[in-house]
Structure formats: C-alpha cells, structure tokens
DNA sequence: CTGATTTGTTCTACACTATAGAACATTCTA
DNA sequence: TAGAATGTTCTATAGTGTAGAACAAATCAG
C-alpha cells in the first residue's frame, strides 16, 4: 500500500505547478534539473509523469503545431485539484519530519 | 544512477538520528509511524535500514542480552557521518523544490 | 517539393526499491 | 522446561527509477 508521493514524483508534480501553462517535457526536464542541479535524462522525466497522469495527479494534452521553429507539438501537463492535495499532504509530512532539524544539527557535529 | 536518498531512506535516517543512542528496530518503527501518522509493517523498516547500512549511511552492532522482560537482543543503529552529510544534502534539496509553497499556494485554489 | 534540421514524445528494458507478513531466534519467568 | 515476551531475519512480489534509442512531426533551405 502506498504512502505517498515518491521523491521524483515530488519534484516533477512541484515542477509542474510550477511552470503553470508552460510546463510540458522540454521545460520539465530543465526545471527539475535546476531545482535539484542534477542531469535528468528524458526517460526519468517522462516515465514518472507518464504514471502520475495514471494516477489522476495531471492532466495533459497537445498544444497546436504552432512553433517557433520546426518541432512537434507539445503535451501540455496542468496539475489536478487532486495534483495539489497530494503536495500539500507531502509538504505536511515534510514539514513534520524536518522539524527542528537544521537548529539541532549543529550538536551533532 | 542514484540521485539521493528516497523517502522512506529518508524518513527510517531521520528517525535513527533522532533517537539517538536508541535506535533499533521497534523504536524505529514507532518513531516513523508518529513521524507519518501511517502504519509501517517491519519489513518496510528493516529493509530499507539494510540497504542504509549496506550504504554505509547507518551502523549496528548488537546490544547486550541485559533486557528488562524477555526478548532477543537489539540491534541498535547510529546513523554514520556519510549519514548526516546524506541527510544535510537532501534537506537542502527539499529547501529549494519548496521554497515559497505555502505562501504561493493560495493563488491556486 | 523534398531532404536536412529542429523540437519534442514514445518505447523499452532492467536493476533497484517498497512493502507485507510469516518464520525464526533469544531471553526471561513460572 | 514450556510459554510468553521481545526482537530480527527472510522472502516474495508489485511497482519505481533511470537511461537512452527510436520515432514523429513541423519548418526551413535550396
């Protein structure tokens, strides 16, 4: 039985929320490589939205072929009501377990 | 390749650095729960503190027999320096992916 | 018009992780 | 020495994490 979000459903379903109306694969990819400075590869993107959309946390569909330059088109995420439920109670059991921690840390060194 | 810790690596870390020098599978296993207000079967503790150990992350080592009513010896776990250097790391990254949540949030419902 | 270029998505494959709970082990007490 | 108490190990399985190759579609250049 599941408990929550995992740590890169996290990061994408923050990514998406972020990015509002412009959050599809391409954007994704550059916002969670910024948020944690780590590479993502396409696959760690895509794979994981793919299954958060199964779970009904977003919602996409394909933007008209209208582009700058060339390109496909693009499959536009937007985070559900549900989407923000589920970050909300991750943020919560974050806040929890976080708690104190960074004042504390000092004795342990 | 890894990024960094996952949530229940995180969660089982966390709770073995806050009980000190009483960390060992039932404590632990209670503390989570608190910490997540969720039920955690053993194996859903003990694995995942394996793997921590195998990490190099926590390590054990078997207390004495001296035990107030019955019952197996522990097997009390300390989280490593690696450990804290891990935890320091990821909580930097939950810093960043959350920063201004709460505050934004309002404007999305 | 057509082939190269650009931009973006889908597919797939495999190792690793999450989780539950049964089985097992050890110590104490009566 | 049986049984109660306390604790750990084992095992199995579904699900997740990750990389990157393959594929698709739109535009531009000649």
């Known amino acids: 039985m599941k408990k929550y979000l995992s ?3 996290e990061i ?5 929320w972020r990015l509002k109306d412009n959050a599809y694969g391409v954007t994704i990819k ?3 490589e910024k948020m944690t400075e780590k590479y993502w590869s396409i696959g760690a993107v895509y794979v994981p939205l793919e299954r958060l ?6 919602r996409s569909c ?6 700058e330059r060339g390109g496909r088109r693009k499959r ?3 985070i559900t009501s549900a989407g923000i439920y589920e970050l909300n109670k991750i943020h919560k059991v974050n806040e929890v377990i976080w708690q104190g921690y960074s004042t504390d840390k000092k004795e342990t060194w």
Chains 1, 2 share one sequence.
Do not use: D, H, M, Q
């Open 7 to 9: 740590r890169p459903e």
């Open 12 to 16: 994408i379903l923050l990514a998406v």
């Open 30 to 32: 550059k916002k969670v």
């Open 53 to 58: 959309e199964k779970k009904g946390f977003v």
């Open 62 to 67: 394909l933007s008209k072929p209208k582009s």
């Open 76 to 78: 536009l995420f937007t």
